[in-house]
Every structure is written in C-alpha cells, then in structure tokens.
Nanobody, 122 residues
Framework: QLQLVESGGGLVQPGGSLRLSCAAS????????IGWFRQAPGKEREGVSCISISGGGTNYADFVEGRFTISRDNAKNTVYLEMNSLKPEDTAGYYC???????????????WGQGTQVTVSS
C-alpha cells in the first residue's frame, strides 16, 4: 500500500540526459528529506543526491560533478533527479528513499523499492 515508485530510466547514449521521478503512493513526501541512490552490478549501493524537506538544501556525491539536479514538487508528491552529460559509469539501478528518522546509529530510511534502470551506452 505504501510505496515509493521510481521511473524515467532507460537507455541513453553517453552525453545524453534523463529525468528520473520518485513518486509516493499511500503517503505524503512533504515531511521527508529524500535521497537518490544507485547500485551497479557487483558494487555497493551509493548515495547520489539528497534534498531537504523544503527543497532549499541539496547535496550531491562528488561523482556528480555538477551534472545532476535534484528537485521536488510537493504538490505532485514527487521528487526528481535530472541527469545530464551521462557517462557509461552512471549505468546502475537508481532508487529513491525517504528519510524517516535519525538516531545515534545513523539514518533510517523508509525502504527500498524496485528502482529504475539507467543504462548509458553507445
């Protein structure tokens, strides 16, 4: 019933662009910071970007190198990741998640969905 659904992935040539969407079903994203993550085969999941509740605070992994932009539209209950100048090494499954708590142990996230596949290849 409660889901985060990623979409917008696909096959793109190097240098191309994609816009990923993270839509909530069954709950409202307005009250949560949201993170985008990715995981390539044989590699650990890594953070890509995150955005604060208000949307005024954003962070990006070093490998983004100014190529990606995270944004949110609370009216649409959706968070976006605009990806430009894509490289083959960006190929991975991309996942979004909602930060639901902080503790001494670190961050607690809502849960992992199916993700959306991004493949960058010529």
């Amino acid at each position: 019933q409660l889901q985060l659904v990623e979409s917008g992935g696909g096959l793109v040539q190097p240098g191309g662009s994609l816009r990923l969407s993270c839509a909530a079903s069954g709950f409202t994203l307005d009250y949560y910071a949201i993170g985008w993550f990715r995981q390539a085969p044989g590699k650990e999941r890594e953070g890509v970007s995150c955005i604060s509740i208000s949307g005024g605070g954003t962070n990006y992994a070093d490998f983004v190198e100014g190529r990606f932009t995270i944004s949110r539209d609370n009216a649409k209950n959706t968070v976006y990741l605009e990806m430009n100048s894509l490289k083959p090494e960006d190929t991975a499954g991309y996942y979004c998640n909602a930060l639901i708590g902080l503790s001494d142990d670190g961050s607690t996230w809502y849960g992992w969905g199916q993700g959306t596949q991004v493949t960058v290849s010529s």
